[in-house]
């Protein structure tokens, strides 16, 4: 079964597009500031978080004292064949 396109079906979807389109827009003319305020009360919690945790950790240290965050693996083992000594003399 074959359809023919009409024009009433193109003014049709044309008007259902711009109606989208617009209906959008004006929504989101109302509801963009509710939605960045709560997206940048989020993100001030995160990183509110993050500071407090990073304060609570630097507090746990006295002053002076060194820190070391991270032990260096035992098991590696440095290559003793760098390579071979050359004797030069300079020449004026």
């Given amino acids: 079964m074959l359809q023919e396109a009409s024009l009433y079906g193109f003014i049709r979807t044309i008007l259902i597009i711009l109606l989208v389109y617009y209906g959008i827009k004006i929504l989101s003319r109302f509801f963009a500031p509710y939605f960045a305020r709560y997206v940048s009360k989020k993100m001030q919690q995160k990183f509110g978080g993050q500071f407090q945790q990073q304060q609570s950790q630097d507090q746990r240290h006295r002053e002076g004292e060194t820190v070391i965050d991270k032990m ?9 064949k760098v390579g071979e000594y050359i004797d030069y003399e300079e020449i004026d």
């Fill in 72 to 80: 260096p693996n035992k098991n590696s083992s440095a290559n003793k």
